[in-house]
Protein backbone atom coordinates (compact mmCIF):
# COMPACT_ATOMS: atom_id res chain seq x y z
CA UNK A 1 0.00 0.00 0.00
CA UNK A 2 0.97 3.36 -0.34
CA UNK A 3 0.50 5.71 2.83
CA UNK A 4 3.53 8.28 2.35
CA UNK A 5 4.57 10.00 -1.24
CA UNK A 6 6.43 12.83 -2.30
CA UNK A 7 5.50 15.69 -4.35
CA UNK A 8 8.70 17.66 -5.01
CA UNK A 9 7.31 20.22 -7.62
CA UNK A 10 4.93 22.57 -7.14
CA UNK A 11 1.63 22.69 -8.25
CA UNK A 12 2.02 25.11 -11.38
CA UNK A 13 4.95 23.35 -12.39
CA UNK A 14 2.50 20.07 -13.25
CA UNK A 15 0.72 22.25 -16.21
CA UNK A 16 3.01 21.59 -18.54
CA UNK A 17 3.53 18.57 -18.07
CA UNK A 18 0.11 16.90 -17.74
CA UNK A 19 -1.38 19.84 -20.12
CA UNK A 20 -3.78 21.38 -17.55
CA UNK A 21 -6.20 23.90 -18.62
CA UNK A 22 -7.47 25.53 -15.06
CA UNK A 23 -5.79 25.70 -12.01
CA UNK A 24 -6.73 26.14 -8.54
CA UNK A 25 -5.94 29.02 -6.54
CA UNK A 26 -3.77 28.13 -3.92
CA UNK A 27 -2.14 25.06 -4.20
CA UNK A 28 0.41 23.44 -1.71
CA UNK A 29 3.79 24.00 -1.45
CA UNK A 30 5.78 20.88 -2.03
CA UNK A 31 6.26 18.00 0.19
CA UNK A 32 8.58 15.30 1.38
CA UNK A 33 5.90 13.41 3.74
CA UNK A 34 2.84 13.52 2.20
CA UNK A 35 0.53 11.43 4.75
CA UNK A 36 -3.30 10.71 5.03
CA UNK A 37 -5.45 13.77 5.48
CA UNK A 38 -3.12 16.17 3.84
CA UNK A 39 -3.74 18.38 1.19
CA UNK A 40 -2.44 17.60 -2.46
CA UNK A 41 -2.80 18.49 -6.13
CA UNK A 42 -4.24 16.27 -8.24
CA UNK A 43 -5.26 16.42 -12.16
CA UNK A 44 -8.78 15.57 -13.02
CA UNK A 45 -11.40 16.12 -16.27
CA UNK A 46 -14.48 17.73 -15.81
CA UNK A 47 -17.34 16.60 -17.74
CA UNK A 48 -19.25 19.80 -17.61
CA UNK A 49 -17.86 21.59 -20.45
CA UNK A 50 -17.21 19.70 -24.60
CA UNK A 51 -14.39 19.02 -24.65
CA UNK A 52 -13.61 17.90 -21.08
CA UNK A 53 -11.83 20.02 -19.09
CA UNK A 54 -8.69 19.06 -17.53
CA UNK A 55 -8.42 20.40 -14.14
CA UNK A 56 -5.53 21.07 -11.11
CA UNK A 57 -7.44 21.04 -7.96
CA UNK A 58 -6.68 20.83 -4.51
CA UNK A 59 -7.96 17.62 -2.66
CA UNK A 60 -8.00 16.04 1.22
CA UNK A 61 -5.54 12.76 1.05
CA UNK A 62 -8.53 10.26 1.97
CA UNK A 63 -11.74 9.66 0.05
CA UNK A 64 -15.11 10.83 1.86
CA UNK A 65 -17.93 9.46 -0.04
CA UNK A 66 -20.74 11.93 -0.25
CA UNK A 67 -23.12 9.63 1.99
CA UNK A 68 -20.75 10.42 4.54
CA UNK A 69 -21.75 11.69 8.01
CA UNK A 70 -18.01 13.46 8.80
CA UNK A 71 -14.95 13.47 7.10
CA UNK A 72 -13.23 10.80 9.67
CA UNK A 73 -13.56 7.91 7.19
CA UNK A 74 -11.53 9.31 4.85
CA UNK A 75 -8.64 8.72 7.30
CA UNK A 76 -9.14 4.56 6.54
CA UNK A 77 -9.48 4.98 2.72
CA UNK A 78 -6.72 6.64 1.21
CA UNK A 79 -6.12 3.59 -0.26
CA UNK A 80 -8.43 1.42 -2.43
CA UNK A 81 -7.89 -2.07 -4.09
CA UNK A 82 -8.04 -1.91 -7.59
CA UNK A 83 -9.72 -5.24 -7.98
CA UNK A 84 -12.03 -4.98 -5.42
CA UNK A 85 -13.68 -0.93 -6.42
CA UNK A 86 -17.13 -2.78 -7.96
CA UNK A 87 -17.52 -4.75 -4.14
CA UNK A 88 -17.20 -1.55 -2.08
CA UNK A 89 -20.04 0.94 -2.14
CA UNK A 90 -17.60 3.98 -1.17
CA UNK A 91 -16.02 3.46 -4.35
CA UNK A 92 -18.48 2.06 -6.64
CA UNK A 93 -19.88 5.46 -8.03
CA UNK A 94 -16.31 7.41 -8.14
CA UNK A 95 -14.87 4.41 -10.43
CA UNK A 96 -17.63 5.22 -12.81
CA UNK A 97 -17.50 9.12 -12.86
CA UNK A 98 -14.52 10.30 -10.94
CA UNK A 99 -11.33 9.08 -12.09
CA UNK A 100 -8.22 11.45 -11.23
CA UNK A 101 -4.44 11.04 -11.47
CA UNK A 102 -2.16 12.06 -8.25
CA UNK A 103 1.10 13.39 -9.76
CA UNK A 104 3.83 12.87 -7.26
CA UNK A 105 7.74 12.59 -7.25
CA UNK A 106 7.75 9.13 -5.97
CA UNK A 107 6.41 7.51 -2.76
CA UNK A 108 8.19 5.49 0.92
CA UNK A 109 7.55 2.18 1.12
CA UNK A 110 8.72 -0.01 4.21
CA UNK A 111 10.86 -3.14 3.83
CA UNK A 112 11.20 -5.90 6.71
CA UNK A 113 15.15 -6.10 6.67
CA UNK A 114 16.30 -8.52 9.54
CA UNK A 115 13.31 -8.08 11.70
CA UNK A 116 13.09 -4.16 11.33
CA UNK A 117 10.86 -2.14 8.96
CA UNK A 118 13.40 -0.06 7.01
CA UNK A 119 11.94 2.64 4.52
CA UNK A 120 12.37 3.31 1.13
CA UNK A 121 11.79 5.75 -1.70
CA UNK A 122 10.61 4.52 -4.92
CA UNK A 123 10.91 7.16 -7.57
CA UNK A 124 11.56 7.46 -11.58
CA UNK A 125 15.46 7.82 -11.42
CA UNK A 126 15.47 10.87 -14.46
CA UNK A 127 13.39 12.65 -12.05
CA UNK A 128 9.95 12.35 -14.01
CA UNK A 129 6.73 12.59 -12.70
CA UNK A 130 5.13 9.24 -11.11
CA UNK A 131 1.43 9.33 -11.78
CA UNK A 132 -1.18 7.28 -9.40
CA UNK A 133 -4.32 6.58 -10.85
CA UNK A 134 -7.22 7.23 -8.36
CA UNK A 135 -10.68 8.13 -7.90
CA UNK A 136 -12.20 11.23 -6.02
CA UNK A 137 -15.43 12.69 -4.43
CA UNK A 138 -17.01 16.13 -3.50
CA UNK A 139 -18.35 15.85 0.12
CA UNK A 140 -20.77 18.45 1.17
CA UNK A 141 -20.17 19.26 5.23
CA UNK A 142 -23.63 19.48 7.08
CA UNK A 143 -22.13 21.55 9.81
CA UNK A 144 -21.75 24.37 7.15
CA UNK A 145 -24.46 26.69 5.96
CA UNK A 146 -24.82 26.88 1.89
CA UNK A 147 -22.96 30.10 1.56
CA UNK A 148 -20.02 28.85 3.12
CA UNK A 149 -17.39 28.31 0.89
CA UNK A 150 -15.75 25.42 2.64
CA UNK A 151 -18.87 23.63 3.02
CA UNK A 152 -17.40 21.37 -0.38
CA UNK A 153 -14.55 18.70 0.75
CA UNK A 154 -12.91 17.32 -2.47
CA UNK A 155 -11.02 14.47 -1.63
CA UNK A 156 -9.47 11.16 -3.19
CA UNK A 157 -7.97 7.34 -2.89
CA UNK A 158 -4.67 6.16 -4.55
CA UNK A 159 -5.59 2.66 -6.40
CA UNK A 160 -3.11 -0.06 -5.53
CA UNK A 161 -2.57 -3.34 -7.31
CA UNK A 162 -0.07 -6.87 -6.12
CA UNK A 163 3.10 -5.70 -6.71
CA UNK A 164 5.80 -7.87 -8.96
CA UNK A 165 9.88 -8.01 -9.75
CA UNK A 166 11.61 -5.63 -7.08
CA UNK A 167 9.23 -3.38 -5.97
CA UNK A 168 7.47 -7.04 -4.62
CA UNK A 169 10.33 -7.52 -2.65
CA UNK A 170 9.73 -4.54 -0.37
CA UNK A 171 5.88 -4.47 -0.14
CA UNK A 172 3.40 -6.89 -1.60
CA UNK A 173 1.12 -4.00 -2.74
CA UNK A 174 2.08 -0.78 -4.80
CA UNK A 175 0.16 1.73 -6.70
CA UNK A 176 -1.12 1.25 -9.86
CA UNK A 177 0.86 3.71 -11.89
CA UNK A 178 -0.07 5.34 -15.07
CA UNK A 179 1.72 5.98 -18.40
CA UNK A 180 1.24 9.13 -20.66
CA UNK A 181 -1.22 6.55 -22.57
CA UNK A 182 -3.17 4.99 -20.08
CA UNK A 183 -3.22 8.88 -18.17
CA UNK A 184 -5.76 10.68 -20.77
CA UNK A 185 -8.00 7.60 -21.10
CA UNK A 186 -8.15 6.90 -17.32
CA UNK A 187 -8.96 10.93 -17.10
CA UNK A 188 -11.71 10.37 -20.08
CA UNK A 189 -15.26 11.33 -18.02
CA UNK A 190 -16.99 9.72 -21.53
CA UNK A 191 -15.50 6.36 -21.26
CA UNK A 192 -18.13 3.70 -21.13
CA UNK A 193 -16.35 0.81 -19.39
CA UNK A 194 -14.29 1.86 -16.75
CA UNK A 195 -13.20 -1.28 -15.82
CA UNK A 196 -11.79 -2.17 -19.39
CA UNK A 197 -9.51 1.39 -18.96
CA UNK A 198 -8.80 0.39 -15.41
CA UNK A 199 -8.08 -3.09 -16.05
CA UNK A 200 -5.49 -1.74 -19.05
CA UNK A 201 -4.00 -0.02 -16.45
CA UNK A 202 -3.78 -2.26 -13.82
CA UNK A 203 -2.16 -4.93 -16.77
CA UNK A 204 0.47 -1.95 -17.82
CA UNK A 205 1.43 -0.84 -14.51
CA UNK A 206 4.48 -3.36 -14.04
CA UNK A 207 6.61 -1.71 -17.19
CA UNK A 208 6.62 1.49 -15.27
CA UNK A 209 7.03 -0.18 -12.25
CA UNK A 210 10.54 -1.79 -13.89
CA UNK A 211 11.55 1.86 -14.92
CA UNK A 212 12.10 3.06 -11.00
CA UNK A 213 14.36 2.49 -8.58
CA UNK A 214 14.48 2.34 -4.78
CA UNK A 215 17.25 3.14 -1.78
CA UNK A 216 16.93 3.23 1.51
CA UNK A 217 15.78 6.66 3.50
CA UNK A 218 16.23 7.64 7.72
CA UNK A 219 13.67 6.61 9.80
CA UNK A 220 12.53 10.36 10.71
CA UNK A 221 9.92 9.82 7.44
CA UNK A 222 7.94 7.88 9.94
CA UNK A 223 7.29 11.28 11.78
CA UNK A 224 4.65 13.21 9.82
CA UNK A 225 6.72 16.40 11.58
CA UNK A 226 9.26 16.00 9.65
CA UNK A 227 9.41 17.49 6.06
CA UNK A 228 12.40 18.69 3.97
CA UNK A 229 14.45 17.28 0.66
CA UNK A 230 16.93 15.28 2.95
CA UNK A 231 13.96 12.75 3.72
CA UNK A 232 14.88 11.60 0.22
CA UNK A 233 18.38 11.31 0.22
CA UNK A 234 20.14 7.64 0.53
CA UNK A 235 21.00 6.58 3.97
CA UNK A 236 22.71 2.88 4.43
CA UNK A 237 20.29 0.35 5.32
CA UNK A 238 20.41 -1.06 8.93
Not at 1 to 25: H, I, Q, S, T
Not at 102 to 116: A, D, M, N, T
Not at 131 to 147: H, Q, R, S, T, V
Request: net charge negative; proline share 9%; hydrophobic share 40%.
Amino acid sequence: MCGRFVVAKAGNELVGELRVDLVADELPPPSYNVAPTDPVAIVLDSAKTEPPTRRLEVARWGLIPSWAKDVKIGARAFNARSEELEEKRMFQNALQKRRAIIPSSGYYEWKLIGGEKVPHFIHPEDGSPLLFAGLYEWWKDPAKADDDPDRWVLSFTILTRYAIGALGSIHDRMPVFLDADHADAWLDPTVDYPRDVLDAAVDAAPYVAETLVYHPVAKEVGNVRNNGPELIEPRPAA
